[in-house]
Antibody
Framework: EVQLVESGGGVVQPGGSLRLSCAAS????????MHWVRQAPGKGLEWVSL????????YYADSVKGRFTISRDNSKNSLYLQMNSLRTEDTALYYC???????????WGQGTLVTVSS | QSALTQPASVSGSPGQSITISCTGT?????????VSWYQQHPGKAPKLMIY???NRPSGVPDRFSGSKSGNTASLTISGLQAEDEADYYC???????????FGTGTKVTVL
């Protein structure tokens, strides 16, 4: 059974940094690209970033480009999101998701909450 | 890249059929067969319901079906059931600088 468990969320001041982690199990981690998707409180889903299975290719939403960095450690079955220069509009529940057929998000974690506030 | 456009809400009675639309452009929905649909119950993570426009993952009831015409994709729920009450989101690959985009979301109410 696929399991994705996010961690690392918390409260941070504007301009601050945070590193999210996603621990994966139940599948061959390095065979799959991985996404980060976020959802602001009471709002819709927003795609954030994707990393290929070997970590060689990364993609970002315009809203986070230059501030966020996605990475992975296949030896630890772990996905990361380094978030710098955080803004109040980055406040959201951050999900990691496993890439499936047709660029769909086949499995999701339960999310980790990031709150950017002074 | 703007979000794909979905109706804010759709409702139906048990047993009826409803359809949720997802309108984009030729750069996303119309240009690729990489449209997927997600169901999200309150306080829960989203769940994949349809991928590649019309394919159902194993375990998803065949009451859920997807289609596409031009720049608009659709999710149809036939034989609506109480447990189908949830938020639904479409998603598409896009050729823009933000390569993946979600729809605005639709709240489905079972009357």
């Amino acid at each position: 059974e696929v399991q994705l468990v996010e961690s690392g969320g918390g409260v941070v001041q504007p301009g601050g940094s945070l590193r999210l982690s996603c621990a994966a199990s139940g599948f061959t981690f390095d065979d799959y690209a991985m996404h980060w998707v976020r959802q602001a409180p009471g709002k819709g889903l927003e795609w954030v970033s994707l990393i290929s299975g070997d970590g060689g290719s990364t993609y970002y939403a315009d809203s986070v480009k230059g501030r966020f960095t996605i990475s992975r450690d296949n030896s630890k079955n772990s996905l990361y999101l380094q978030m710098n220069s955080l803004r109040t509009e980055d406040t959201a529940l951050y999900y990691c998701a496993k890439d499936e057929k047709g660029y769909s998000y086949g499995s999701w974690g339960q999310g980790t909450l990031v709150t950017v506030s002074s | 890249q703007s979000a794909l456009t979905q109706p804010a809400s759709v409702s139906g009675s048990p047993g009826q059929s409803i359809t949720i639309s997802c309108t984009g452009t030729s750069s996303d929905v119309g240009g690729y067969n990489y449209v997927s649909w997600y169901q999200q119950h309150p306080g829960k993570a989203p769940k994949l319901m349809i991928y590649e426009v019309s394919n159902r993952p194993s375990g998803v009831p065949d009451r859920f079906s997807g289609s596409k015409s031009g720049n608009t994709a659709s999710l149809t729920i036939s034989g609506l059931q109480a447990e189908d009450e949830a938020d639904y989101y479409c998603s598409s690959y896009t050729s823009s600088s933000t390569p993946w985009v979600f729809g605005t979301g639709t709240k489905v109410t079972v009357l």
